[in-house]
């Protein structure tokens, strides 16, 4: 499934979650229909495709003023219930606004962050050497290997397909 699938998906279920939550519909009105259709036919033909951000971060506002209102109340008040009335959609469209987020940062930001998993890597096992329990050293284990594998997921994302390019050149020219 498409991002711009997805999107649509999303937005229809919250046009529905609102309707049916805060209206009291068990369908939904021709108005929201309306807005649900409209909302649809705009992520069609959104200029940005599949790299588009959240439509109130977009430079280019594609909403008439009418239906811009009316889905920004929608939003308001749906967006904090998703988590409980859609969880899986809410978690899909938290984990796309941080992955957007993260890759906005800067090519030497994720450089940073990747090499942050390193100590924590060193120090996730060495710690095993430590004169304590076996549920402590576990403990540790857990907490900073997970950082580790945190921050290597999190500078990956940040650098993207074309900032590891470039890292590994970096190194490979480093190495002749």
């Known amino acids: 499934m498409t991002r711009i699938e997805q999107e649509k998906r999303i937005v229809r279920k919250m046009i529905e979650l609102y309707c049916r939550h805060h209206l009291h519909q068990d369908t939904m009105p021709d108005e929201y229909l309306h807005l649900a259709d409209f909302a649809c036919r705009r992520l069609d033909h959104c200029t940005y495709g599949e790299q588009k ?8 506002h594609c909403y008439a003023p009418k239906e811009r209102e009316a889905i920004r109340e929608v939003m308001r008040w749906e967006g904090p219930r998703m988590i409980w009335y859609a969880p899986k959609d809410a978690f899909i469209h938290f984990f796309h606004i941080v992955k957007h987020w993260l890759q906005s940062l800067s090519f030497r930001t994720g450089v940073i ?5 390193i100590p924590f890597y060193i120090l996730s096992f060495a710690q095993m050497l430590l004169p304590t329990s076996v549920a402590a050293k576990g403990f540790l284990w857990t907490i900073l290997f997970g950082l580790a594998k945190t921050c290597q997921y999190g500078g990956l994302t940040i650098l993207g397909v074309e900032g590891y390019k470039r890292l590994k050149n970096k190194l490979k020219k480093k190495k002749e």
């Open 113 to 117: 962050v990747l090499l942050c998993c």
């Open 53 to 60: 951000t959240a439509c109130k971060d977009c430079p280019t």
